[in-house]
């Protein structure tokens, strides 16, 4: 459902992100894991077409991200580790808005959208402006709005900010729930001992560069003195930080 072919960012005379290469299947929850300035956010924002690729390419569902934005977008949630919400609206209204870039019907809003408000628990605020939201409530709305088109692929940037463990929980049972029944997640996140939990592959970048994918095992065998994923994690990664 994600492919990447060489795909590549500079800015200047910084890589960014060089010649990366992913296959990640559908159904597939695969973490992306690396230091900060790693290239993580910059992967992501060129698979969101949020950046294009100094080359290389990249290609969601079979639709060339690049080539073919509206079709790859479609069928692509993307949830950002900060939202960006628009204040001035109410949470059902920011609902609305987002049905109607997707041309969804209205049914969507009279079923669906407060399905999902009631789902991550923010409908009983659906009528308050988003200015008056706490971060986590934000987080919260930009999941449920991240959902209303049913997406096929999920791309999601350190989604726990701001989320207490309660609701931590849910996000990574649900989203856990979704790869069963088809879904392919993109996470990026620090937060190892969750990805222990959900992860069916992993991928490790380090100064643009893409170091091993794997299952955990996979990863902690690279290891001649396996401990946690994290002692593997930071063995693999050490060296001069950028």
């Not at 990574?172 to 979704?178: P, S």
């Not at 029944?181 to 592959?201: C, K, N, Q, W």
């Not at 992993?202 to 065998?221: R, V």
Request: with cysteine; net charge negative; hydrophobic share 40%.
């Amino acid at each position: 459902m994600i492919e990447t072919n060489n795909l590549t960012k500079r800015f200047g005379a910084k890589t960014a992100v060089n010649a990366l290469n992913l296959s990640i299947g559908a159904g597939e929850f695969f973490c992306f894991l690396g230091p900060n300035g790693a290239g993580k956010t910059t992967t992501i924002k060129m698979l969101t077409g949020l950046l294009k690729p100094s080359a290389g390419n990249a290609s969601l569902g079979g639709f060339d991200i690049q080539l073919d934005p509206v079709k790859t977008k479609s069928i692509l949630g993307y949830i950002p580790d900060t939202p960006f919400l628009y204040d001035k609206l109410t949470g059902r209204e920011f609902m609305r808005f987002v049905a109607g870039l997707y041309q969804l019907p209205k049914s969507a809003l009279n079923g669906t959208s407060e399905e999902l408000l009631e789902l991550f628990e923010v409908r009983h605020v659906g009528d308050q402006l988003i200015e008056n939201y706490s971060h986590g409530m934000r987080q919260k709305l930009s999941f449920a709005s991240c959902f209303l088109h049913d997406p096929k692929i999920v791309i999601v940037d350190e989604p726990w900010v701001g989320l207490d463990p309660k609701n931590i929980r849910f996000v990574k049972e649900y989203l856990k729930q979704k790869t069963r029944e088809g879904l392919t997640v993109f996470m990026s996140t620090h937060t190892l001992s969750l990805i222990e939990d959900v992860a069916d592959r992993i991928g490790i970048i380090h100064n643009g560069k893409l170091l091993h994918t794997g299952t955990i095992d996979d990863i902690l065998k690279l290891s001649e003195n396996p401990g946690s994923l994290e002692d593997v994690f930071l063995e693999l990664t050490k060296g001069e930080r950028e």
